[in-house]
């Protein structure tokens, strides 16, 4: 083993383009911050990039570890059933590899700081009826 770990932030994914640029930034951060870390993103949606195929991105390019972080607020069905039967799945394919299921967001007192800054930001905001559609 050559003890090569690679992270794969997983979304839920969105037809409407652009969905994902805060968890693709996310992932930009996390490559900054921890160089040389192999940080790839996919989604669950059917745009993709799917898991199969960035899952087997990273163990051709050496990968023997893999730590999928699904980037999910709350422990709903994908996190308890969908993502874990996708990974046990693919885990088959790869019997040298140690696939993780990273913990989900969740709570945390960051998040909560975030809410908090992103409400007062908001008290300034139009109200909805003058909202532009675009």
Not at 21 to 36: I, T, Y
Request: charged letters at 30%.
């Amino acid at each position: 083993m050559n003890n090569k770990e690679a992270v794969i932030l997983m979304g839920h994914g969105s037809r409407v383009p652009g969905a994902g640029e805060g968890m693709e930034k996310v992932a930009q951060w996390l490559k900054e911050k921890r160089p040389g870390a192999v940080i790839e993103i996919c989604y669950m949606s059917e745009l993709g990039p799917h898991f199969q195929e960035i899952l087997e991105k990273c163990v051709r390019e050496g990968a023997d570890k893999v730590i999928v972080m699904p980037y999910f607020l709350h422990l709903g069905i994908h996190l308890r059933e969908d993502i874990p039967a996708m990974m046990e799945t693919e885990a088959k394919k790869y019997p040298g590899l140690t696939l993780i299921l990273g913990r989900h967001l969740g709570f945390d007192e960051s998040l909560a700081e975030l809410v908090g800054k992103r409400l007062d930001e908001s008290r300034e905001l139009n109200d909805i009826r003058e909202r532009k559609h675009s």
